[in-house]
């Protein structure tokens, strides 16, 4: 019977931190900074929830808004460098940043 006992000590302490470990990574979210369009796509501009990384979802301008069928793009270090890669290679815009 002691086994019990000593199994409740070692096993909720452990499972507590399990918990706590997941629900602290759930509430980790990336979050929207803005949003707009260009040439014929439309962006969402998303950053990481400590705001060291962002990243564009990009939809065609005809599809609906509640559309699943974007294209995320990899992560930039800045808000203008995800903007400006939205620029060269959605909206079409030549800019002196746009490789050639």
Request: aromatic share 12%; glycine share 4%; net charge neutral.
């Amino acid at each position: 019977m002691k086994f019990i006992p000593t199994l409740k000590v070692a096993v909720i302490p452990v499972l507590t931190v399990l918990s706590l470990l997941s629900v602290s990574n759930k509430v980790l979210a990336d979050y929207l900074t803005s949003q707009g369009s260009g040439g014929h796509y439309r962006y969402e501009l998303w950053s990481t929830d400590d705001n060291s990384r962002y990243y564009l979802k990009v939809w065609s301008d005809q599809a609906s808004p509640n559309s699943d069928r974007y294209t995320t793009t990899t992560t930039f270090p800045s808000t203008r460098e995800a903007l400006i890669y939205f620029d060269c290679n959605y909206a079409e815009r030549s800019l002196p940043e746009c490789p050639r």
